[in-house]
């Protein structure tokens, strides 16, 4: 990972690219975000850089996370996330960072909370086939069997039934298709994962 901010989804929308077509995207509050602490192998064994985004007052806070802002003279900041960058001895604390780190066309991975769908059956949660839906089936959208009968248990990892959504997730290679520099937007083609107004990590594509 060389380069990542932490953002906001503010919901999705539509433009026309220079061609007429029209293209579906989700708009990303990315930053402003500012770098509270740096982490070196001389001090703490690995390289990496601590930023801040979104602001809160400093009533809010306990004193342990106050005093870790005063300790480098900046304002509080909502949410705190380390980044093991491959640069990271090339960041300074109190550097700003900003939407401008990602460029048009350029691929991004972007990380987020999906959404919850609470306690859902096995065909949506796992895509099972359901059974005949005919008058003496008696199996229609069930679990069927669940282990062999010799095993008398059932085996770990079963798919069944249960809570779905609220997982980590990170959706691969969404390309830039808009950079709004003085709105700290980005927009991005296609879906992200999670509701609108989640926080989400936008890092470099990986794969690409």
């Known amino acids: ?49 601590q930023i801040g985004f979104g602001d809160i007052a ?13 300790k480098s003279n900046l304002a ?21 960072l900003t939407c401008d780190l990602f460029a048009v066309n350029e691929f991004i991975d972007v990380s987020g909370i999906s959404k919850g769908h609470g306690f859902t059956g096995s065909i949506k949660r796992w895509n099972h086939h359901r059974g005949k839906m005919t008058h003496g089936s008696k199996f229609h959208r069930s679990p069927g069997t669940l282990a062999a009968r010799a095993a008398a248990r059932v085996p770990k990892g079963r798919k069944l039934p249960g809570h779905y959504g609220v997982d980590n997730t990170t959706i691969l290679n969404l390309r830039v298709v808009r950079v709004i520099a003085d709105r700290n937007l980005l927009l991005v083609r296609g879906s992200v994962p999670g509701q609108v107004g989640c926080l989400l990590t936008i890092k470099n594509a990986a794969k690409k």
């Open 1 to 49: 990972m060389k380069k990542a901010i932490i953002g906001k989804k503010l919901g999705m929308t539509q433009i026309f690219l220079g061609n007429g077509q029209v293209v579906p995207v989700t708009v990303v509050e990315a930053g402003p975000c500012v770098v509270v602490q740096k982490k070196t192998m001389e001090n703490d064994g690995y390289s990496a850089i």
């Open 58 to 70: 400093e009533r809010k806070m306990n004193k342990p996370e106050a005093g870790h802002f005063k």
């Open 76 to 96: 509080p900041r909502r949410v705190l996330k380390e980044l093991r960058l491959e640069n990271a001895q090339d960041y300074e604390v109190g550097q700003s």
